[in-house]
């Protein structure tokens, strides 16, 4: 074991003994953790960071503002002259994450439209 590993585990041997980890929130609840099954074992801890900090990979971003066009897009008016403007950007970026061999269903899902036009008469 490492000296940094040996003194951390010391501390919380400590901190346990005083009954300093006791009462916590959460305490006994079981840990939700994040399906990176996906990410190479080498970039887990890079990604988990960058994650927590709030910064996304450049595909996720994209993925993100390409949700959020969509959103806007469904809330402008056809006949507003925003509407274009946000239909390129939104096909621009389709374009990108395509080419980044990312699935852009989510944009125009059969069933979400299904599920819509059942609820909202849309």
């Known amino acids: 074991m490492w ?10 041997l400590e901190a346990q003994k005083k009954g ?5 929130p959460g305490e006994g609840a079981p840990l939700i953790l994040d399906d990176d099954s996906h990410v190479p074992a080498e970039l887990r801890a890079g990604y ?4 927590n900090a ?11 503002e390409a949700v959020e066009l969509n959103d806007l897009l469904k809330q402008v008016e056809p006949q507003d002259e925003m509407h274009s ?9 389709e374009m990108n994450l ?10 125009s899902s059969h069933y979400r439209e299904a599920i819509a036009h059942r609820l909202f008469g849309e």
Not at 3 to 12: N, T, V, Y
Not at 20 to 24: A, D, F, V
Not at 85 to 93: E, F, N, P, V
């Open 85 to 93: 403007d946000y239909l390129k950007r939104l096909r621009l970026l």
């Open 20 to 24: 300093e980890l006791t009462g916590l």
């Open 48 to 51: 988990r960071l960058l994650k």
């Open 98 to 107: 395509i080419q980044a061999g990312m699935s852009t269903d989510f944009l």
């Open 54 to 64: 709030g910064y996304l990979p450049p595909e996720l971003e994209l993925r993100r």
């Open 3 to 12: 000296l940094i590993d040996e003194l951390a585990e010391q501390h919380i």
